[in-house]
């Protein structure tokens, strides 16, 4: 197969190798900049897939950034809170404020009570 044209789209260049298989195939991993994007084709003006009907691969928390890992932790446990009726990790926050404001230790002015 020759490739020929621009790639559809930008590749991280010191993560994308190549290597020679069994002295007669030439092997190629291009990592795209945006992995979370599928591509149409492999160059632009090439033969285009639906990207609709792909299925992609299931990952792990571990593949994750650390900020990434975090944010879908948490959607895992809201989710999972939700499904048994228990709070989520929004209204937890929520609750945990509440408890901390006393209203008994306000003191409550009456800006009214010395009018005429």
């Keep these: ?50 990207t ?16 990434m890992r975090s944010t879908v932790e948490k959607m895992m446990f809201d989710q999972r809170q939700k499904q048994m009726g228990l709070p989520t990790s929004d209204q937890i926050q929520q609750q945990d404020l509440l408890k901390k404001f006393d209203l008994s230790k306000m003191k409550m002015v009456d800006k009214f009570s010395n009018l005429p």
């Design 52 to 67: 609709q009907k792909v299925e992609p691969e299931p990952s792990r928390l571990s593949d994750l950034d650390p900020e």
């Design 1 to 50: 197969m020759i490739v020929d044209g621009e790639l559809f789209g930008p590749v991280k260049v010191g993560e994308s190798f190549w290597q020679l298989e069994d002295q007669k195939i030439v092997s190629v991993l291009l990592t795209k900049s945006d992995e979370r994007n599928w591509w149409k084709s492999l160059v632009k003006g090439g033969p285009e897939i639906d």
